[in-house]
T-cell receptor, first 112, second 115 residues
Framework: GQQLNQSPQSMFIQEGEDVSMNCTSS?????WLWYKQEPGEGPVLLIA?????ELTSNGRLTAQFGITRKDSFLNISASIPSDVGIYFC????????????FGQGTRLTINP | ETGVTQSPTHLIKTRGQQVTLRCSSQ?????VSWYQQALGQGPQFIFQ???????GRGNFPPRFSGLQFPNYSSELNVNALELDDSALYLC??????????????FGPGTRLTVL
């Protein structure tokens, strides 16, 4: 099935470092969303972006909706141990079922 | 506010059997979407139910079917199970509006293992 191109696939960082990950697509999306998934749980919505060029923050997380509507990035500042998990981007179109199309995920590991 | 719940948590079946997974949507939500997440992959859209009818389907065969009930809860049924059906099955609920996007909120998932 269709998936977005998400990178990097994994990151190993020190506590306190900043993190950046991005997502690209060959298709235009009306909405970009970022989710975090921890072992044994479903994805949890972190940030939703609705307009091209939009920059939105949620605490230490900042995400942007690309101008072309084909990409998005997520930054995490001053990482802490509870940031560990798998981060997924998802694109959504406004027509029809508005299904989510997901990236492959970025696995974040933090060394204390 | 009650979040999305799914049952059972884990399930083991053998090839050829049938399985039913259940989902209760978040209070105030009227739409349920089902996703399949294989190990190490992002979730893949199976189908969505709105007003008790299928409202869009992904690239899954007809042996994947579903139902939505008047209280907006939903079931996912899979017939003639295959080994490749082993995955985490996620349910997401949302509130469909006449305009704008609908944010989807996920349950914890059901881990299905087919032997």
């Amino acid at each position: 099935g269709q998936q977005l191109n998400q990178s990097p696939q994994s990151m190993f960082i020190q506590e306190g470092e900043d993190v950046s990950m991005n997502c690209t697509s060959s298709s235009i999306f009306n909405t970009w969303l970022w989710y975090k998934q921890e072992p044994g749980e479903g994805p949890v919505l972190l940030i939703a972006l609705y307009k091209a060029g939009e920059l939105t923050s949620n605490g230490r997380l900042t995400a942007q909706f690309g101008i072309t509507r084909k990409d998005s990035f997520l930054n995490i500042s001053a990482s802490i141990p509870s940031d560990v998990g798998i981060y997924f981007c998802a694109g959504q179109k406004i027509q029809g079922a508005q299904k989510l199309v997901f990236g492959q995920g970025t696995r974040l590991t933090i060394n204390p | 506010e009650t979040g999305v719940t799914q049952s059972p948590t884990h399930l083991i079946k053998t090839r050829g059997q049938q399985v039913t997974l259940r989902c209760s949507s978040q209070s105030g939500h009227n739409t349920v979407s089902w996703y399949q997440q294989a190990l190490g992959q992002g979730p893949q859209f199976i189908f969505q139910y709105y007003r008790e009818e299928e409202n869009g389907r992904g690239n899954f065969p007809p042996r994947f079917s579903g139902l939505q009930f008047p209280n907006y809860s939903s079931e996912l049924n899979v017939n003639a199970l295959e080994l490749d059906d082993s995955a985490l099955y996620l349910c997401a609920s949302s509130l469909v509006r006449t305009s704008g996007n609908n944010e989807q909120f996920f349950g914890p998932g059901t881990r299905l293992t087919v032997l």
